[in-house]
């Protein structure tokens, strides 16, 4: 059997597209983004997040392989998981 001259996988930092401004049930604007990680060898998982307007971390999805951002309004946006068929939205009450 035959391998070749094999180098090990090279993974990728983070990377954030689809950003897209979102009220928070605080009354202030954060962002809803989609965060992609490192698939190395497969497609690379895909969650999205929400941060504040600090920047910081407020909710996040569990990851997937596809999705997108659907947001017609600043008070009403989601996030499409394409590969199972689920659409995630803002729970107000699990904010402090």
């Avoid at 897209?20 to 962002?31: C, H, N, S």
């Avoid at 497969?42 to 569990?62: K, T, W």
Wanted: glycine share 8%; aromatic share 6%.
């Amino acid at each position: 059997m035959l391998f070749g001259n094999v180098g090990p996988a090279a993974a990728h930092r983070p990377y954030v597209t689809q950003i897209e401004k979102i009220a928070l049930p605080d009354g202030t604007v954060g962002e809803m983004r989609l965060l992609h990680g490192d698939g190395i060898i497969i497609s690379d998982p895909v969650r999205a997040i929400v941060v504040g307007a600090d920047g910081r971390l407020r909710a996040r999805s569990v990851h997937t392989w596809a999705m997108v951002l659907m947001c017609p309004r600043v008070d009403r946006c989601r996030a499409i998981d394409l590969h199972k068929n689920r659409a995630y939205e803002i729970e107000p009450v699990t904010f402090s």
